[in-house]
T-cell receptor, first 112, second 115 residues
Framework: NAGVTQTPKFQVLKTGQSMTLQCAQD?????MYWYRQDPGMGLRLIYY???????DKGEVPNGYNVSRLNKREFSLRLESAAPSQTSVYFC???????????FGNGTRLTVT | GNSVTQMEGPVTLSEEAFLTINCTYT??????LFWYVQYPGEGLQLLLK?????DKGSNKGFEATYRKETTSFHLEKGSVQVSDSAVYFC??????????????FGKGTKLSVKP
């Protein structure tokens, strides 16, 4: 069972570079999420997609864009990376009726 | 606003010791409550949940009871093992922006169990 798959696992960017983090789930979930995890801060929601075709801002959306490509895939884009975006990024999906999230294994991003 | 507060770590215990990780929350209404566990290098996994007051969630020897009167959901285990070393996150179904699925997480508590 693949669950939630994120790519890449690691990435190093220079300030100003762009990149897209990919996420796919095979559980037929309607909702998908992007969180970032920083030391001492826990997880903070960046963007979410309640269903295919919709996206909404979370707690910390600045500097990011998302695309819900189809029901399976939800990508996160950094147009111009900044050192403050150095973090571990987690994608998650949920079956709202069951009420809990399934997480990918994360992408560790370093911006120098 | 909605939030989750959990005890700061790190917590270091000897094998077979009793574990308590405190968690309190603020929320509108009575949301579902969760404990997630994160092992090194991995994503978060659901450990247990409770959906209404006085419910007890349990899994792998861990337990937590939904206490409405104290807005708490403390995690306990009677005898920890080295394999329980991980970071533990308390969360509630906060519904950021109105989405039903969004969770509000605490900052996490790192547990280290020594043999």
């Amino acid at each position: 069972n693949a669950g939630v798959t994120q790519t890449p696992k690691f990435q190093v960017l220079k300030t100003g570079q762009s990149m897209t983090l990919q996420c796919a789930q095979d559980m037929n979930h309607n909702s998908m999420y992007w969180y970032r995890q920083d030391p001492g801060m826990g997880l903070r929601l960046i963007y979410y997609s309640a269903s295919e075709g919709t996206t909404d801002k979370g707690e910390v959306p600045n500097g990011y864009n998302v695309s819900r490509l189809n029901k399976r895939e939800f990508s996160l884009r950094l147009e111009s990376a900044a050192p403050s975006q150095t973090s571990v990024y987690f994608c998650a999906s949920s079956d709202v009726d069951r009420g809990f999230l399934h997480f990918g294994n994360g992408t560790r991003l370093t911006v120098t | 606003g909605n939030s989750v507060t959990q005890m700061e770590g790190p917590v270091t215990l000897s094998e077979e010791a009793f574990l308590t990780i405190n968690c309190t929350y603020t929320a509108t209404g009575y949301p579902s409550l969760f404990w997630y566990v994160q092992y090194p290098g991995e994503g978060l996994q659901l450990l247990l949940k409770a959906t209404k007051a006085d419910d007890k969630g349990s899994n792998k020897g861990f337990e937590a009871t939904y206490r409405k009167e104290t807005t708490s959901f403390h995690l306990e285990k009677g005898s920890v093992q080295v394999s329980d070393s991980a970071v533990y996150f308390c969360a509630h179904k906060g519904g950021y922006g109105g989405s039903q699925g969004n969770l509000i997480f605490g900052k996490g508590t790192k547990l280290s169990v020594k043999p």
